[in-house]
């Protein structure tokens, strides 16, 4: 059973799955979804087109260059069928891919600790931005002036010092 990819996508067209362009050069074209197909005779750019695997290989979302994709790769010569090596094969498509799936989480994670230091600094951002939500209604007159504790004045000045460090981190 082969495994092709999308002309348009990328993803994988299962047996039975999909359809097949053939053009007057007789180059094949297999599309998994008629909506791969559209925009392929529409002649769209899988590149600008966010939802496919180049685009996403292209702005760094998914893996781009890896050894276990070299697996992937169409062989286009018979081999003879042996029992041991056709053991050893499938031992190794099961290592591979768990390779590859660990290589992938722990790409998606280095992706995302700079997107979780962003987040941070947002909060504290709208912690110091809207400090006068957080307090309850029982402290403020009813003049709308708000009365802080010793605690909340200690509080918020701490806000404040962070939000200050980081500022000063952020102009050098």
């Known amino acids: 059973m082969r495994l092709l990819q999308c002309a348009f996508c990328g993803a994988t067209c299962y ?12 180059k094949m074209f297999r599309f998994c979804k008629k909506k791969c197909k559209k925009h392929f005779f529409m002649k769209h750019n899988p590149q600008r087109t966010k939802w496919t695997k180049t685009f996403r290989q292209q702005s760094g979302k998914e893996l781009a260059m890896d050894t276990t994709f070299e697996f992937e790769k169409r062989r286009n010569q018979p081999i003879r069928y042996n029992r041991e090596q056709v053991k050893k094969t499938i031992k190794a498509m ?25 987040q941070v600094n947002n ?35 701490n806000i404040e010092s962070v939000f200050e460090k980081k500022q000063k981190k952020e102009k050098n």
């Not at 047996?15 to 007789?26: A, H, I, Q």
């Not at 891919?97 to 979780?116: C, L």
Request: glycine residues 4%; hydrophobic residues 30%.
């Open 94 to 118: 099961k290592i591979v891919s768990e390779i590859k799936s660990k290589r992938q989480d722990r790409f998606y994670d280095q992706r995302m600790k700079s997107k979780k230091k962003l």
């Open 15 to 26: 047996p039975g799955r999909g359809s097949l362009y053939v053009r007057n050069d007789s």
């Open 123 to 157: 909060k504290l951002r709208e912690i110091q931005q809207g400090i006068n939500l957080v307090i309850p209604p029982i402290l403020r007159k009813e003049d709308q002036q708000i009365i802080l504790p010793e605690k909340e004045k200690e509080i918020q000045d």
